[in-house]
């Protein structure tokens, strides 16, 4: 029987073997730059910080450990946002209680230390993410460490700041308000039958459908996401070929990032109420 931090790691795993997933590397598909056995090595470097958090380490403490073990591979930033997503719902297992209700009380429960754990997360690698509100220079998460005493002075806890970082991030929204959709997939992929790579890639194409992947809209613009959901929705008719639509994306660079991280999380959640592999 696998453990709480394994499940996670495999969800990892399971998330990149997933194909098609348009605009997302996969075992079909990569970037120039950035390949499957980066994602594959950043998963096992994970799984040291994961583990922390299945033992009852802090969010914050647990989360930046999982990215300094994941980013010990040369393509950069490979799970990032699957993995701050991952590492409460980790946390909430742990407590016996992975459901919406049980991620809340683990955000709920989280501190100014932990916010600032998420901070110098941003030192082991680059995130794209969209410029702060005006006001809220000095905290930056681009800043890393540097925004720490902001972060002090303003008393901002892990749980605030995905409040204030959920609406123009879909990851901190999801923690911001239980996982809704993580939960979604979870189900979404135990309600299907067939190997789960397959059932993940459906359950991506469906998310994407569904909802403006927003690390494309801070990449490419509202247009350009608007345009994503669209024809993941067409994909999902029938009127587009998904591997046809997943090739060209990843020509054109548009990568769906936080639908992916979604659907890691949602992978997590099924093999933790018992998902075969």
Known sequence: MRSTAE????????????????????????YPDLRFEHFVAGAVGAREGLARAADGG????????????????????????????VTPLVR????????????EHVLAETTVADAAEFYRAFEHV????????????????????????????????????MDRSAPTDGVAAELASGCPRTFEVADHIEAESGPVT??????????????????????????TAEEVRRRAG????????????????VERGINPGTTA??????????????LEV
């Not at 802090?58 to 997503?85: C, D, H, K």
């Not at 991280?261 to 933790?272: K, R, S």
């Open 7 to 30: 499940n996670a790691q495999l969800a990892l795993l399971l998330e990149v073997s997933s194909t098609p997933k348009p605009g997302n590397v996969d075992r079909a598909r990569e």
């Open 58 to 85: 802090p969010v914050g403490e647990s989360f930046r450990a999982a990215i300094a073990g994941m980013s010990a591979q040369s393509g950069g930033n490979t799970q990032f946002g699957a993995i701050l997503l």
């Open 92 to 103: 909430a297992a742990a407590a016996g209680d992975l459901s919406p209700a049980g991620v």
């Open 126 to 161: 680059d995130v794209a993410v969209e410029d702060p509100p005006e006001g809220m220079e000095d905290l930056d998460v681009r800043r890393g460490s540097d925004a720490v005493p902001a972060v002090r002075e303003r008393g901002l806890t892990f749980a605030g700041l």
């Open 234 to 249: 067409a994909a999902l008719a029938g009127e587009e070929d998904p591997a046809a639509l997943a090739s060209e994306f």
């Open 198 to 223: 397959d059932r993940a890639a459906a359950a991506y194409l469906d998310a994407l459908a569904t909802d403006v992947d927003t690390f494309v809209r801070a990449q490419h613009g509202p247009e």
């Open 261 to 274: 991280d979604i659907v890691a999380g949602g992978l997590f959640v099924a093999l933790e109420r018992g």
